[in-house]
């Protein structure tokens, strides 16, 4: 069974940082990118970084201030990984719910793509007031 499973959500105040994490299994191949998106009300999903196969891609609105990094483990019996999501210096921009991907789906067109991803996660809540 696959399982995508987030954390770390939270409210903050502006100028605060979070760490969001993500764990997701059961799927054995396509381990090599995961991703974090987000949806605002009222607002598209967007990108926010993704790492693939070894490199990191950043929304713009988030450089320099989010950093993912991506954790494998592996044994005989099973395949796990982890990604984390560094936030600091978070504005009421920032506020949305962060939703974690994983599993390529091999779609490489556009970076920070959901149709990079086969499986989601439902998602974890950050709020940041000014």
């Known amino acids: 069974v696959v399982q995508v499973l987030e954390s770390g959500g939270a409210s903050v105040q502006a100028g605060g940082s979070l760490r969001l994490s993500c764990v997701a299994s059961?799927?054995?191949?396509?381990?090599?990118?995961m991703g974090w998106f987000r949806q605002a009300p009222g607002k598209d999903r967007e990108g926010v970084a993704e790492?693939?196969?070894?490199?990191?891609?950043?929304?713009?609105?988030?450089k320099g201030r989010f950093t993912i990094t991506l954790d494998s483990t592996i044994t005989q019996d099973s395949a796990k990984n982890t990604a984390y999501l560094e936030m600091h210096n978070l504005t009421t921009e920032d506020t949305a719910q962060y939703y974690c991907?994983?599993?390529?789906?091999?779609?490489?067109?556009?970076?920070?793509?959901?149709?990079?991803?086969?499986?989601w996660g439902q998602g974890t809540q950050v709020a940041v007031s000014s």
């Open positions: 790492i693939y196969y070894g490199s990191t891609n950043y929304a713009d609105s988030v």
């Open positions: 991907a994983a599993g390529c789906t091999g779609y490489r067109g556009l970076l920070l793509s959901p149709r990079t991803y086969t499986y």
């Open positions: 059961g799927y054995g191949r396509m381990r090599n990118c």
